[in-house]
Every structure is written in C-alpha cells, then in structure tokens.
Nanobody, 122 residues
C-alpha cells in the first residue's frame, strides 16, 4: 500500500521553528518529486515548496522563501521541510505529495499524505 505520512507539526510561538517530515511506505521516493502544500481554514490549498527526485532543484512560494528549506534523504525515504521564523499566517494543515514533476500545483501530484497541523500563536 502506497502511503505518505507527515509528522513534526505542532504549536509554536511566532519566530519559532519546526521541522516537518514526510515518510513514504510501500514505495521508494527516489523517482518522485515531492511537494509540500498547506491549507488554512477556509482557504484553498497552496504550494509551499517542492524538490526534484534528485534533490538538485527546489522551488518556494514567495511567502516562505528565505524562511523555509526543503531537503530529502532518499536513503531514509524521507523529505523534510525546515520552517524558521514562523508567522501566524503560516498556520495551516501541511501536506506532502509525490508526483513526476517538482511544481507548486496540487493537481500535478499523484499521492498525498493525511496532513499535519501547524499552529503559530503566542
């Protein structure tokens, strides 16, 4: 069974940091691009960051550039999203997804995790 599982979410104060993990089971991530997406309450799902299968290409939404870093460890079948300088507007459910191309468009991805809640509040 192909599955992606996100972890690492939680409650953090503004200015704090979190590292999200996206672990795959039932398949290897080596051949897939991975995207991180988020969906705040009442809003559409938006692309946050993506990384190519090799890890050689990354992209970020303008709202997170310079604060978030995506990386992957294919040996551990896991992709990470390091989030620094978090703001209240970063509050959302964060999802990872696997697909053939590294884009910030949700429709380009085939497999999705269940999401992890990130709340930034004092």
């Amino acid at each position: 069974q192909l599955q992606l599982v996100e972890s690492g979410g939680g409650l953090v104060q503004p200015g704090g940091s979190l590292r999200l993990s996206c672990a795959a089971s039932g398949f290897t991530l080596d051949y897939y691009a991975i995207g991180w997406f988020r969906q705040a309450l009442g809003k559409e799902r938006e692309g946050v960051s993506c990384i190519s299968s090799s890890g050689g290409s990354t992209n970020y939404a303008a709202s997170v550039k310079g604060r978030f870093t995506i990386s992957r460890d294919n040996a551990k079948n896991t992709v990470y999203l390091q989030m620094n300088s978090l703001k209240p507007e970063d509050t959302a459910v964060y999802y990872c997804a696997a697909g053939p191309w590294a884009t910030l468009t949700p429709g380009d991805y085939d497999y999705w995790g269940q999401g992890t809640q990130v709340t930034v509040s004092s």
